[in-house]
Antibody, heavy 121, light 110 residues
Framework: EVQLLESGGGLVQPGGSLRISCAAS????????MSWVRQAPGKGLEWVST????????YNADSVKGRFTISRDNSKNTLYLQMNSLRAEDTAVYYC??????????????WGQGTLVTVSS | QSVLTQPPSASGTPGQRVTISCSGS????????VYWYQQLPGTAPKLLIY???QRPSGVPDRFSGSKSGTSASLAISGLRSEDEADYYC???????????FGGGTKLTVL
């Protein structure tokens, strides 16, 4: 059974940094791309970042380019999102998502339960 | 403003058939697979349709997907009260080199 368990969310001040993690199990982690998708309160889904199975290719939404970095440790079956220069508009539930292929170009087939990141003074 | 356009709301009575549209362009829907998700209140999204028209195991055959050109649709037949949820379409966009989502459609079962 595929399981994705996010952690690391919380309250951070504007301009601050936070790293969230996603522990994966139930599938061969290195064979699949992984993504972060966020949802601001009362809003729709917004794609944030995708990383290929090998970690060699990363893709980022324009809204987070230069501020967020997606990475993975295939030896630990863990996905990360390093978030710097956080803004109030980054406040959202961040979902860890397993892609259905190694590139990330097809689509997500499993979602974690999400971790809430709140940016506020 | 989402790259993929969905109606913000849809409704139907129990037993009816409803369709939700998702409109894009040649760089996204026109050249990549479309996926659909259902999000019940307070929960994570759940995969409903993958690769345009394929249903994962466990998803009732009341749910079906289709794609034509730069548009896609999700159809729900035999509408039930538990289908009341938000529905999202998504695909990859070759021009943006990123994933794009529709704005979501809130389905109400009257």
């Amino acid at each position: 059974e595929v399981q994705l368990l996010e952690s690391g969310g919380g309250l951070v001040q504007p301009g601050g940094s936070l790293r969230i993690s996603c522990a994966a199990s139930g599938f061969t982690f290195s064979s699949y791309a992984m993504s972060w998708v966020r949802q601001a309160p009362g809003k729709g889904l917004e794609w944030v970042s995708t990383i290929s199975g090998s970690g060699g290719d990363t893709y980022n939404a324009d809204s987070v380019k230069g501020r967020f970095t997606i990475s993975r440790d295939n030896s630990k079956n863990t996905l990360y999102l390093q978030m710097n220069s956080l803004r109030a508009e980054d406040t959202a539930v961040y979902y860890c998502a397993k892609e259905s292929d190694s590139s990330g170009w097809y689509g997500v087939d499993y979602w974690g339960q999400g971790t809430l990141v709140t940016v506020s003074s | 403003q989402s790259v993929l356009t969905q109606p913000p709301s849809a409704s139907g009575t129990p037993g009816q058939r409803v369709t939700i549209s998702c409109s894009g362009s040649s760089s996204n829907i026109g050249s990549n697979y479309v996926y659909w998700y259902q999000q019940l209140p307070g929960t994570a999204p759940k995969l409903l349709i993958y690769r345009n028209n394929q249903r994962p195991s466990g998803v009732p055959d009341r749910f079906s997907g289709s794609k034509s050109g730069t548009s896609a649709s999700l159809a729900i037949s035999g509408l039930r009260s538990e289908d009341e949820a938000d529905y999202y379409c998504t695909t990859w966009d070759d021009s943006l080199s990123g994933r794009v989502f529709g704005g979501g459609t809130k389905l109400t079962v009257l």
